[in-house]
C-alpha cells in the first residue's frame, strides 16, 4: 500500500522560508510523478507544481514561479518543496501527491502539512 507522509509545515512570516518534505513508502519511488498540491480555506484544491520520475522535468504554477522549488532524491524516497519568499495568500493544506507513469490522475495523496504565513 503506497503511503505519503508531509512534513515541515508551521506557522511562518512574510517573506520567510519553508521547506515541506513528502516520504513515500509502500512502492517504488522512481516510479512516481510526483506533485505537491495546496487548499486554502474555502477554496479548491490547486496544483502548486509538480516533478518528473528523476528529475528532469519541473513545472509550477505561475504564482509561485521563481519562489517556489520542487525537486526529490529518490534513493530516499523523498520529495520537496522549498518555499522562498513566502507570501500570505500561500497560506493552506499542502499535499503531496503520486501517479504512476501509466495513471492519467494523481491516485495517491498524503494528509497534508499546514502552512500559515502571517503578514
Known amino acids: 500500500q503506497v503511503q505519503l507522509v508531509e512534513s515541515g509545515g508551521g506557522l511562518v512570516q512574510n517573506g520567510d522560508s519553508l521547506r515541506l518534505s513528502c516520504t513515500v513508502s509502500?512502492?517504488?519511488?522512481?516510479?512516481?510523478?510526483m506533485a505537491w498540491f495546496r487548499q486554502a480555506p474555502g477554496k479548491e484544491r490547486e496544483f502548486v507544481a509538480a516533478?518528473?520520475?528523476?528529475?528532469?522535468?519541473?513545472n509550477y504554477t505561475d504564482s509561485v514561479k521563481g519562489r517556489f522549488t520542487i525537486s526529490r532524491v529518490n534513493i530516499w524516497n523523498t520529495l520537496y518543496l522549498q518555499m522562498d519568499s513566502v507570501k500570505p495568500e500561500a497560506t493552506a493544506m499542502y499535499y503531496c501527491?503520486?501517479?504512476?507513469?501509466?495513471?492519467?490522475?494523481?491516485?495517491?495523496w498524503g494528509q497534508g502539512t499546514q502552512v500559515t504565513v502571517s503578514s
Open positions: 509502500g512502492g517504488t519511488f522512481k516510479d512516481f510523478f
Open positions: 516533478i518528473s520520475r528523476y528529475g528532469s522535468s519541473k
Open positions: 501527491a503520486a501517479r504512476r507513469k501509466d495513471e492519467d490522475e494523481y491516485n495517491y
